[in-house]
């Protein structure tokens, strides 16, 4: 199987690493503008350089990796699709809801499979929570609590283009509460507020924030997200049922001092970045897409899924500015 990369960052990188230790990874093709990503990768996996994403798209390739900055991303998937080739992009699909509705228009029959990157879904305690909730096993939930604490905010040239916390960051704590519980967010209300970077602020941004969510059976999801965690990268679900009360990320890299006397949990390093945590995650993520490259499977998360975890983002940062309920019927187009 031959796989193209656009974007060769840090994300683009850390995939081309990954899937050039895949076992049904023959050859890797890459393209960024900076040169000297370029030769670090043809060097490192002896993939084959293109001088730009159409040039990539004519080498033959089997499926094609996104991992460009968010703007490229729609004209990039459009481009794969019209060429009949499976794509992998990394989430958002767009920066906008109204541009991202416009690929899934273009996208929705095709034939050609996209799959959006929310590496959360391949993680061994996420699925298992997911199985749990399934099976009927915890009963019916009442409460769903999700936290995503990074261990120090991103640069501010980042910050100035994310579009802001919550969608930048806390869209992966919706879309996982929407995987696991197989439950839709109906109405929204979210808080933040600064007490660090000042180039945050100044964006027009938080850096921490809260977002309280009611799904569509009654359940209630608190979602914790903040740009400052000095301890670690800390990603955490609980799932509290009528039966039974489950946790993902209660492990001995848990970046959480307790006090409790006589305890020595958690014992271990904490994790400190993301790709330490979703290390797994991302090469079970891209083994997958080599399965929808191959026609074994088709995507397991789409633009539609992508699109869902969006609206919430979307609701959630107009319930920030206007301090009041969104329901997503509000920002739906």
Do not use: Q
């Not at 808080?191 to 660090?196: A, L, M, S, V, W």
């Not at 919430?312 to 301090?323: G, I, P, Q, V």
């Amino acid at each position: 199987m031959r796989i193209g990369i656009m974007g060769l960052g840090r994300i683009g990188s850390f995939h081309a690493e990954t899937l050039a230790g895949l076992d049904g990874v023959d050859s890797l093709v890459v393209t960024d503008p900076v040169a000297a990503a370029v030769a670090t990768a043809t060097e490192r996996f002896g993939a084959t350089a293109t001088d730009s994403p159409e040039a990539l798209l004519a080498a033959g390739v089997d499926g094609v990796v996104i991992a460009a900055a968010t703007d490229a991303h729609p004209d990039l998937i459009l481009a794969a699709v019209r060429a009949g080739i499976p794509v992998f992009c990394e989430k958002p699909v767009a920066r906008g809801v109204e541009e991202s509705l416009e690929v899934l228009r273009a996208v929705e029959g095709s034939g050609v499979e996209v799959h959006i990157g929310y590496n959360r879904r391949f993680d061994a305690g996420f699925a298992a929570a997911r199985r749990a909730v399934l099976s009927g096993e915890l009963g019916d939930l009442h409460t769903v609590r999700s936290t995503t604490l990074d261990p120090a905010p991103p640069p501010p040239a980042y910050v100035a283009v994310s579009g802001g916390i919550f969608r930048d960051c806390g869209v992966h704590d919706f879309d996982i509460v929407r995987w696991v519980t197989g439950r839709e967010v109906v109405e929204v209300y979210a808080t933040g507020g600064n007490r660090g970077a000042a180039y945050i602020r100044e964006a027009g941004d938080v850096d921490t924030a809260s977002a309280l969510l009611t799904l569509d059976d009654g359940t209630i999801a608190v979602i914790s997200d903040s740009r400052h965690n000095a301890r670690g990268h800390d990603v955490r679900l609980e799932l509290h049922g009528m039966k039974d009360s489950i946790a993902v990320g209660l492990e001995d890299r848990l970046p959480l001092r307790s006090v409790e006397p006589g305890t020595a949990f958690p014992a271990g390093t904490p994790h400190t970045f993301f790709m330490d945590r979703f290390a797994d995650a991302y090469r079970a993520e891209l083994t997958a897409f080599t399965e929808v490259v191959a026609g074994t499977r088709t995507s397991p998360c789409t633009v539609a899924d992508a699109i869902e975890a969006s609206l919430t983002a979307e609701a959630c940062t107009l319930s920030l500015r206007e301090h009041r309920p969104v329901r997503l019927d509000e920002v739906r187009k």
